[in-house]
């Protein structure tokens, strides 16, 4: 069974960094690229980035809105993938989301509040 | 970066009845490889979103063929032959062809 668990969130300052983790197991994580999303309550689905597998040389690729901000990184080792997110603002305020999108797995996702 | 435009964002319905869900791209979804990166996903309250359809029209696994999905270049449909009050949730267009990836604003199904 494919499973991804999201961890890290929590409450953080404005202007403060969080770095969320995505434990995967129930496949062969080192063969598949990772995505990270987001929703705002009550908001729509903003896809934020993503980080492609070894054999392409572990490509990213971010939303305009979180470029420079946040960064997407992998350990092929402990089946993981990582959400870097620095200069937090209010907006940012949701919760977070890891995907293996090209399979439909999803976690359950990790809410992050960024307020003072 | 590619704009995904959903229409309408609220959609009342009648159980039983048919519903339809445009979503339109800024560019072209086609890739080099002739697939369209057009995906359809549905979120229910409180739930992670699952996709329904991939590719314009490819049905997930355990979808019910009451879902169907068409279109083509930058014109994308979601049909619902009848609607099943399972079904009310919101819908969200996604493409998988340009980087940044994008979603649609979602379209809210209302009875």
């Known amino acids: 069974e494919v499973q991804l668990v999201e961890s890290g969130g929590g409450l953080v300052q404005p202007g403060g960094s969080l770095k969320l983790s995505c434990a995967a197991s129930g496949f062969t994580f080192s063969g598949s690229a990772m995505h990270w999303v987001r929703q705002a309550s009550g908001k729509g689905l903003e896809w934020l980035g993503r980080i492609r597998e070894r054999g392409y040389n572990y490509a990213t690729a971010y939303a305009a809105s979180v470029k420079g901000r946040f960064t997407v990184s992998r350990d092929d080792s402990r089946n993981t993938a990582y959400l870097q997110m620095n200069s937090l603002t209010t907006e940012d305020t949701a919760v977070y989301f890891c995907?293996?999108?090209?399979?439909?797995?999803w976690g359950q996702g990790t809410l992050v509040t960024v307020s003072s | 970066d590619v704009v995904m435009t959903q229409s309408p964002l609220s959609l009342p319905v009648t159980l039983g009845q048919p519903a339809s869900i445009s979503c339109r791209s800024s560019q072209s979804l086609v890739y080099s490889d002739g697939n369209t990166y057009l995906n359809w996903f549905q979120q229910r309250p409180g739930q992670s979103p699952r996709r329904l359809i991939y590719m314009v029209s490819y049905r997930d696994s355990g979808v019910p063929d009451r879902f169907s999905g068409y279109g083509s270049g930058t014109d994308f449909t979601l049909r619902l032959s009848r609607v099943e009050a399972e079904d009310i949730a919101v819908y969200y267009c996604m493409q998988g062809r340009h980087v940044p990836y994008s979603f649609g604003q979602g379209t809210k199904l209302e009875i």
């Open positions: 995907s293996r999108l090209d399979y439909d797995d």
